[in-house]
């Protein structure tokens, strides 16, 4: 059938609806690239924040849109250090005085791509001739070269216990989470002088437009701590990388363009990464792409065609396998391939792509990832009913959730710093932060501004919850500038400030109002709903609800207001603001127990509580202070519910300590033992149930 006329281009556009039904269509491509945009914003201003001169960008498949659920592709990230003491040059017109001044080094020693960075002299424009450290190597010419695995050193200290690919460092073998790449670079603000005679080409299909590529020169280029396989100086060779033009390129393509490339993904990862590994990678795929989108008429990349623009991309990844040379689309000199597939493979290699060539599509059928071939058999059936057909509601859930995430990471590494503070150094700190975002945020637009104003609602309540706490400390009272702080805005999410703001009513004995918040909290935290959101430690999360995923699928990041539900952080400094029966957690660790604390554990200093039992469990104290039993019954129960039912809390350990000691309080000294007992399982370590088990066993001796 697949012979029939006209019937390549039915397959096509049956294909195409396919892959729109998993997410690859505009919008959700958009929504990818809003996503992982902000992200990188987020990440550039925490850094910034944090006095740390560098931007971070997150680069390949999340950000470009081009993925599905079942690729599950990495997270790629580059960070680059903005150092003001680095200057690296191709043209001795742009050394500066005062500066680590490099040299970018591209003759005929050094492999096409890459470069020698070679040091100069700070005070005058001269090569740099004195005393070697050792992150620097003497030439047999005489010249001073900075050795690439510097930046590999920088890159295993953000991921400890990462493994080492290339460049990067990954975060890998963690169940339910992403693998996570981090690359460290140094930025070159001029254009690579390789990559010149680029801007002059102009291909059949008039693709890179004039306007393209005057963006991407401006650009200029990073040069990542990697030498070229096989190299003499691999040590000392830097990889020139185009990453920002590269993504500037991926964001001009059509949709077909982009269904190409993730249908050459799926090939990949079904029929060949199975036999060989990562021989073929997806950025050759990539540059192949490039290639022919350049040498074919734009007519040709159409729905009722992807068939055919599979096919040319295929042939095109044939030949390059067959002649052993994949050149980088904007450094053609470069060859991608070089090193990379064995003799011994390379026939195996080309059967396989020669198979899926000649059957004219029939062995996408084959395909497991995201159900594509079932999907296309049912579509050209005219079954529909045997799928959930759309998924873009999980994809916009996924991708909320990743938003909700970031900024729980950010505001976690700002708290991290006044952990241990005085409440003079606190507030002045976040106050600087506080100053420094309404800069940034008045200074920028579109997502940089978004992401400031995620961050700064967060450092508000966090410095009115100090305040309060020293109020509450000094005059039992809340002071009209606490109160300011905090109310600024307690949408930071569904519940957290706003139960913040509860608990330090309950302090100054305001029960009405107490309970008001805490109603108003209770309304709007819907069960069907709401997602609760925690990054203290990592854990396997369940499938999201799946009317977040609906919620999701029709709004951005303005979603987190509504849908999401952060865990309730406290320092130490806030102890005032705490319930005594959760100041526990804040000396949960015993000298033993600090030896197995990792180096992201600071939060094991603080009060943290998942918010929906905490709200049940501030319900319970509420009703219990002004005496209404059916109320703090009911409080109780859904407590009990929350911690047995709900399956993504971060605390879930703490939440049963809390719950024991609301059973110690009904006088239930038996249910309180076995909730400390069920939390020590939970936590075996750093866990203040222990605590809670010595205190209720002596007064159970001392009572007998």
């Known amino acids: 059938m697949f012979q029939q ?12 609806e396919v892959l729109a039904d998993i997410g690859v269509d505009e919008r959700i491509v958009q929504k990818r690239r809003r996503t992982w945009l902000l992200r990188e914003s987020m990440k ?7 006095d740390i001169n560098g931007t971070g960008y997150y680069l390949g498949s ?90 590999s050193a920088a890159a295993a200290n953000v991921y400890e216990g990462g493994v080492r690919h290339g460049p990067a460092y990954a975060e890998q073998g963690q169940p339910g989470l992403i693998d996570n790449d981090i690359v460290c670079a140094l930025p070159c603000k001029s254009w690579p002088l390789q990559a010149m005679q680029w801007l002059d080409q102009q291909g059949v299909g008039q693709w890179h437009s004039d306007e393209m590529k005057r963006y991407c020169s401006k650009t200029g280029c990073f040069v990542v701590g990697v030498g070229s396989k096989g190299s003499e100086n691999e040590e000392l060779e830097w990889r020139i990388s185009t990453s920002l033009a590269e993504r500037c390129l991926m964001f001009n393509l059509n949709i077909t363009q982009i269904r190409c490339y993730i249908l050459m993904k799926m090939i990949l990862k079904t029929f060949i990464k199975p036999h060989f590994g990562d021989t073929v990678s997806s950025f050759m795929c990539k540059t192949v792409l490039f290639h022919c989108i350049a040498n074919t008429h734009s007519n040709n990349w159409r729905e009722n065609k992807l068939l055919v623009c599979l096919s040319l991309c295929l042939s095109a990844l044939y030949n390059s396998i067959l002649n052993e040379n994949c050149p980088h689309f904007i450094i053609p000199g470069n ?3 070089r090193g990379h597939i064995s003799h011994e493979s390379t026939p195996y290699m080309l059967d396989i792509l020669q198979y899926i060539i000649n059957s004219k599509g029939r062995v996408l059928l084959e395909i497991k990832c995201d159900d594509l071939g079932a999907r296309i058999q049912l579509k050209l059936s005219n079954l529909l009913f045997e799928f959930d057909i759309k ?5 916009s859930g996924d991708l909320l959730d990743i938003t909700a995430q970031s900024t729980a990471v950010d505001i976690q590494r700002y708290l991290t710093i006044i952990t241990n503070c005085s409440y ?12 420094k975002l309404v800069i940034i945020s008045k200074q920028c637009q579109g997502l940089d501004k978004t ?21 509450i400390q000094q005059y039992h009272a809340l002071s009209a500038e606490a109160l300011t702080w905090i109310l600024l805005d307690l949408n930071t999410d569904v519940a957290c400030s706003k139960l913040k703001l509860a608990f330090m009513l309950y302090c100054i004995e305001d029960s009405q109002r107490t309970e008001i918040v805490l109603r108003d909290i209770e309304a709007n935290y819907d069960l069907n709903t709401v997602e609760p959101v925690c990054k203290c430690h990592n854990f396997i999360h369940q499938v999201s609800r799946k ?45 033993e127990d600090l030896a197995f604390r990792g180096r992201h554990d600071d939060w094991m200093d603080w009060a943290v509580v998942d918010s929906l039992p905490y709200l049940y469990f501030l319900q319970y104290k509420n009703y219990s202070n002004i005496q209404r039993q059916e109320d703090k019954q009911r409080a109780l129960s859904n407590l009990i519910r929350t911690i047995d039912l709900e399956p993504n809390l971060g605390h879930r350990e703490t939440a049963l300590n809390l719950l024991g000691q609301c059973m110690e309080q009904e006088g239930r000294a038996r249910d309180a033992l076995c909730c400390y007992l069920s939390s020590l399982n939970l936590r075996e370590r750093n866990n203040a149930a222990k605590f809670h088990i010595c205190r209720l066993l002596s007064t159970l001796v001392n009572a007998h």
Not at 44 to 50: A, G, K, M
Request: hydrophobic share 40%.
């Open 44 to 50: 550039t201003i925490s850094l910034q924040l944090r």
């Open 5 to 16: 006329p006209g019937y390549i281009e039915n397959v096509s556009l049956r294909l195409s």
């Open 391 to 395: 998924k873009s509601n999980i994809i």
């Open 547 to 591: 009317g977040f995923n609906a919620i999701c699928d029709n709004y951005n990041e303005e979603a987190i207001k509504y849908t999401i539900a952060f865990c309730v952080k406290f320092l130490p400094c806030e102890i005032y603001c705490v319930p005594h029966e959760l100041r526990y957690e804040m000396f949960r660790s015993t000298e």
């Open 451 to 471: 992401a400031s104003s995620l961050h700064v609602i967060w450092l508000c309540t966090t410095l009115g919850s100090i305040l309060a706490s020293l109020n």
């Open 424 to 435: 003079k150094e606190a507030i002045q700190t976040l106050l600087k932060y506080i100053f």
């Open 335 to 337: 060859n991608l391939m």
């Open 62 to 151: 999340q950000s470009e849109g081009t993925t599905t659920l079942g690729l599950n592709s990495d997270i790629d990230q580059l960070l680059c250090h903005n150092n003001y003491m680095y200057n690296v040059i191709q043209d001795w017109a742009d050394w500066e005085p005062g500066k680590l001044n490099y040299l970018m080094i591209q003759d005929e020693t050094v492999s096409s791509g890459y470069c020698l960075l070679q040091l100069l002299r700070d005070d005058a424009p001269l090569p740099y001739n004195d005393v070697l450290d050792g992150d620097h190597f003497r030439d047999r010419t005489g010249r001073i070269l900075l050795k690439n695995t510097i930046m």
